[in-house]
């Protein structure tokens, strides 16, 4: 069974920076691209940043020039990094590794962005 954990999430006052991270553990699985989506109440979940394993990235038009996402192959990750946080960032963020027709999901981690 493969688990992904998130972390790093919290409060953070506008204009402030965050740094997501996600390992995935457990049994041996393939996958393509890792990415994190957010959701927040009452819309759907919508893609942040995505890495292949090759290591092209790709990022929605809202967090351009202020996110960016990273991989670490050697421990299976991926991490998120924030900057100039708005309060519409605020979300529940969740990592995602998928491919090879499969996906897997961590459980969340929010972030809230208030001054």
């Known amino acids: 069974q493969v688990q992904l954990v998130e972390s790093g999430g919290g409060p953070v006052q506008p204009g402030g920076s965050l740094r997501l991270s996600c390992v995935a553990s457990?049994?041996?699985?393939?996958?393509?691209?890792m990415g994190w989506f957010r959701q927040t109440p009452g819309k759907q979940r919508e893609l942040v940043a995505s890495?292949?394993?090759?290591?092209?990235?790709n990022y929605a038009d809202s967090v351009k020039g202020r996110f960016t996402i990273s991989r670490d192959s050697a421990k299976i990750a991926v991490n998120l990094d924030m900057s100039s946080l708005k309060p519409e960032d605020s979300a529940v963020y969740y990592c995602?590794?998928?491919?090879?027709?499969?996906?897997?999901w961590g459980r969340g981690t929010q972030v809230t962005v208030s001054s």
């Open positions: 457990g049994s041996t699985f393939r996958f393509s691209f």
């Open positions: 890495i292949t394993t090759g290591g092209t990235t």
């Open positions: 995602s590794f998928w491919g090879w027709g499969t996906t897997y």
